[in-house]
């Protein structure tokens, strides 16, 4: 039985080229781009507290929430039809580990651009649970503004819908990964539920939402840059990188 909590480390987000043994977990990926993403809005502080205070959000809560956010731009990586796009050249063990995960005994299936899927986690399963729960009394077109942002992170919207059969598109073991591996950097970047207040129009979550919408590229381009996010095999746990690798290096890239 696959223990959800560190199967997510089967999980690649970016490849090494010219060497198919080594590959940058989706994990780290996702913390680099949050450390970045923290320190922008460290930077930002005036603009970001006058857009929690349209929103009636206590600025901290927000901040860890939008941090959080960023680190889902990814998830939609965590998907069969994403994660057999290499041929990885690994040890056995962990080969038989991602054919379980990925239920390699089913044909492949052309699949959506991993945005999309991103889209799919945070509308479906555990991913929205994890959503939801960080923010209980948002309402569902506020939630969606901010879905479409983080979806949209290589800079367009995604497709939203289309019908997935995410049994085999995302895969019916990845489900439940993706969901620990949200969970897990909710608790290690410290969320809590963001309470917003009661507003006559929609205009300052689609606010929040352009804010997101323009920090993610700058933080994922950022932390894609491998002079500085080298890929890191698995081996400390998130908590550990994100204290000892993801945020040193963001000050170092930064700088």
């Not at 997510?8 to 781009?33: E, I, N, Q």
């Not at 889209?119 to 506020?142: I, K, M, N, Y």
Request: net charge negative; glycine share 8%.
């Amino acid at each position: 039985m696959l223990d959800p909590l560190y199967e997510h480390f089967l999980l690649w987000a970016k490849t090494v080229p010219g060497d198919a043994s080594r590959y940058h977990p989706l994990g780290y990926h996702s913390l680099d781009v949050a450390a970045v993403a923290e320190l922008l809005v460290g930077r930002d502080q005036t603009r970001f507290a006058a857009i929690a205070e349209r929103l009636g959000a206590e600025v901290s809560a927000l901040g860890r929430l939008t941090i959080w956010l960023v680190a889902m731009h990814d998830i939609g990586k965590a998907s069969r039809v994403f994660q057999r796009k290499a041929d990885l050249e690994l040890s056995h063990e962990v080969r038989a580990r991602r054919a379980v995960l990925l239920d390699d005994a089913k044909p492949d299936v052309p699949g959506p651009p991993h945005g999309q899927l991103t889209a799919w986690h945070l509308t479906h399963g555990d991913v929205q649970d994890r959503f939801e729960r960080s923010t209980p009394d948002w309402h569902h077109s506020f939630r969606s503004y901010v879905v479409d942002a983080v979806a949209g992170h290589h800079g367009r919207p995604v497709a939203r819908g289309g019908g997935l059969d995410e049994t085999h598109v995302v895969g019916r073991g990845v489900g439940p990964v993706a969901g620990a591996l949200a969970e897990e950097m909710a608790r290690v970047i410290g969320v809590k539920p963001v309470a917003i207040g009661e507003f006559p129009t929609n205009d300052p979550a689609v606010a929040y939402a352009w804010y997101v919408a323009t920090l993610l590229p700058v933080a994922d381009w950022m932390a894609s840059n491998v002079r500085w996010f080298e890929a890191t095999m698995p081996g400390p746990d998130l908590a550990d990188y994100w204290a000892t690798m993801a945020r040193p290096r963001a000050r170092e890239a930064l700088a």
